[in-house]
């Protein structure tokens, strides 16, 4: 089945996001494809936001490559940003399989970088901007091939 979640302005951004956990189920490795300046990191924030992490804990791990924080049920959520990744080895050696295994919500920018590594179950999410600056998630809920 398609999905698609149209965001838009900013003011309906948490809306989304709690659309979009609802509908993901108890999915936890989710893959956002979009090109820089698409919102990953924004629709990232909302999404944690959602689910009662503190907003001033949120920040883009480009440089850390990951970041973990807490939900209000004190459950851990790992934030990834693969944008300096440039060869699938430097993942591995952040112990990526540790996080993918951990049963902990993995939310992950740029995993086109190590698209290779990511198990079949990962849910991956486009994002799309139309010129109106509207965003569009969209994903399938079948596994990917």
């Known amino acids: 089945m398609k999905h698609e979640i149209r965001i838009p302005s900013l003011e309906g951004i948490d809306q989304a996001a709690a659309q979009f956990l609802h509908e993901i ?13 698409a919102g990953k990191t924004t629709f990232t924030t909302a999404v944690c936001r959602c689910l009662g992490v503190r907003e001033d804990a949120v920040s883009s791990p480009t440089f850390a490559i990951v970041n973990e924080y807490r939900d209000r049920q ?16 430097e993942a591995m050696d952040i112990g990526l399989y540790d996080y993918l295994d951990s ?14 590594l990511l198990p079949e179950e990962t849910l991956l999410v486009d ?17 990917r091939p």
């Open 127 to 143: 994002i799309r901007v139309a010129e109106d600056g509207t965003r569009t998630l969209s994903w399938e809920d079948d596994i």
């Open 74 to 89: 004190g459950e851990s959520v790992f934030h990834f940003d693969f944008y300096r990744i440039t060869n699938p080895a």
């Open 25 to 37: 189920g108890d999915r936890k490795l989710i893959a956002f494809h979009a090109p820089m300046g």
């Open 103 to 116: 049963g902990c919500l993995c939310l992950m920018e740029w995993p086109e970088n190590i698209e290779g």
